[in-house]
DNA sequence: CGGTCACCAGTTTTT
DNA sequence: CTGGTGACCG
């Protein structure tokens, strides 16, 4: 009996097949993580490959991580040499080493999304392009399109023909690419062109990878773009062991580059590649999965497969609709509640939703009833302001070339050195072709600058000094110093007293994952670099951090449930207008309401018992209310498999539950006339919830304690006098015990009354 | 230079 | 409703 006796017939063929190149179309839950784990482990155990040549690529960190630890558990050695990774971070890897080669320097930072807006300001101010024209979004947006095509500068000129605003962008897009490598910096994107760049020029480069990487595995084919396609074929170009592992319904990521030909052309691109389909589902009760069959099966052009399961047939699919979208959180956080009651956990649930802004209602609903939570995405925790200022101080120490970083800090805290300092500084730069940073070492070369020279350097002085002690101690003593030094800890405290605290875990939490970081590396036996760090944090996604064994609820996205599975699902906001979205239901393009379908299809298949769908009459967006109907998706589930708790008697009178088993949508009911309220203007996207600093729940994440600890007694009390770093002195009014710490009131003889907490205050009697 | 106030524009999904 | 930006004043 040998581990691969487990496997049913499809899969024990794919695994066995380990020459040449190999399509797996997984169906949702249909074991494709222990194909691809197993296919590793005979390649190592059977077929005596060096773990050494085994490149396999996924999509999340989370993903890579698990990958190899299941690897780990079947092979038992050798397996922390497999190359496991994303693509990103594989191609951030290779770059480090060889992208010199290209012209950039190998310390080079990696820009993101808030990076790319800020540079592109900056571009549109130097290129004078009019920004209520042109949007930094849309130029972005079409700069990354282009790069996911392997587009470049000239070649996007090229195609522009004689078209004004087309040239226009390539002007732009030109210019960016300037200023990126000015800042010795490349975006998400580049990433992976360079990689590409690099292995088409550099036949030895190409070949070093080519003969390691002999069996290549990628996980989520299905949404791979083409640059990512290309970087595939290279490496696979040698020995062709290349098995790609994916679901063409499940192609959710178009909007990103993602090309769903790619899985769909494999066979054209590779002739002799086999193809295997996983269609037995081990997922999801019978009811769950042909719901999801249904709602698929009105997509065309789609692998022809369908999935199956020996599962029974479970629980029917239970639909609400509601008035509002505050009663359908009520109901979703009563319905967890009492199925803990029931003997249930908090992690078997997961509630799941087209936008991220629909988190917020579902979270204050859930602080209410004390259910504990955890919400994935949003802003994610390296984007956040103070997180920011403080990495763009270790880039400023790390790479004094990446003038956005510099920018950034020059005046954070205030120093007293203002924007037309800043832009002296920066034409000084410009005119003299060197970077901000070295600019500003020389404040006597710039013209004007005179007032401002000594504040400018003592700035230079202080980075100069981190700049030596970053080789000399570790990178905690660092943050910590930059943090006291600078005296951002203390400003942030005194700023805005609402948002500190939460601002301050932050960067608790940011000490913390730098103290792991480096503990990573001792293990490893590898040196802890602040290159290193910084490298790390830009590529993390905020599903990374989820932990299965915690017990919360988890809140996300649909996209970010990709590849995860519970118990019981909540699928909140199935309405036309959300879910289908406004955008792809106005717009004409009828791939992408397939797409958002294949998002659907995505979101049931995510269950495993229990499926519940919610919805509201009427929602408000964006300060303005919205009609909408019961999604068209729904329509598509066989009315046979939906509860519609119609019966049951729910609520008296109104937010009660009602839905007709018809086509449901040839009026809307009620207000409006249409299905939608609002207006549809372009779509765009950018910070979708979290009013500010409202931090999700994460008490509960591993590691988040405070290092300050809360102090039993105090040294003052009310009515003494006290000092503070920047207010001077003052009398405390008020002292209350909050929930972490005291909450102190402190009349300060020239700063007025403030609040503050004890723990950051540092107040000290006189 | 920095703070405050008023206005305006915006939101699908993310490595 | 919210965050970002621009004008104005201390």
Redesign the pocket.
Known sequence: MSIYDTLNEPQREAVLHTDGPLLILAGAGSGKTRVLTHRIAYLIEEMGVNPWNILAIT???KAAGEMRQRVDDLVGFGSESIWVS????MCVRILRRFIDRLGYDNRFTIY??DDQKTLM?AVCKKVDIDT?QF?E?MLLSVISSAKNEMILPEEFEMNAGGDFAQLKIAKVYREYEAQLKANNALD??DLLVKTVQLLQTQPDVRENYQERFRYIMVDEYQDTNTVQFKLVSLLAGKYRNLCVVGDDDQS??K??GANIRNILDFEKEYPDAKVIKLEQNYRSTENILNAANGVISNNKGRKDKTLWTANGEGQKICLKQFDTAYDEAEFIAEDIKKEVRDGASYNDSAVLY????QSRLLEEKFIAMNIPYKI???I?FYARREIKDILAYLKTVDNGQDDLAVRRII?VP?????????NRIQEAADARGISFYDALLAPEMIPGAGR?AAKLNSFAALIEYFKGQAEKESLTDLLNEILDMTGYTQNLEADDEIDAESRLQNIEELLNKAAAYEEDCEDRDEKATLSGFLEEVA?V????SLEEDQDYVVL?????AKGLEFPHVYLAGVEDGLFP????IT?DDPE?LE??RR?CYVGITRAEQKLTLTCARKR????ETQYNRISRFISEIPPELLDTGRSSAERAGGAGNTYSGDSGFGNADGIGGGAFAGTG??????????????KPFTALTKGSQLTAQKSDKLSYGVGDRVRHVKFGEGTVLDIKEGGRDFEVTVEFDTAGVRKMFAMFAKLVKI
């Open positions: 999509f999340t960190n994303t693509f990103h971070s993101d999304t300001k209520k949007k979004r998400f994107d959710i990521y909007f990103r087209r936008t991220n802004a994935v995405g949003g994610n005046n205030k120093r007293g050195i203002g924007l037309t300092t800043i401002s590529l996604a905020d599903i990374d996300m996205t649909l996209h970010s979205s406004y955008m792809t717009g992408e797409e958002e998002l408000m967006v964006r300060g203007r372009g779509g765009s996207f950018g910070k979708a919830y979290g009013a500010a600093g409202k």
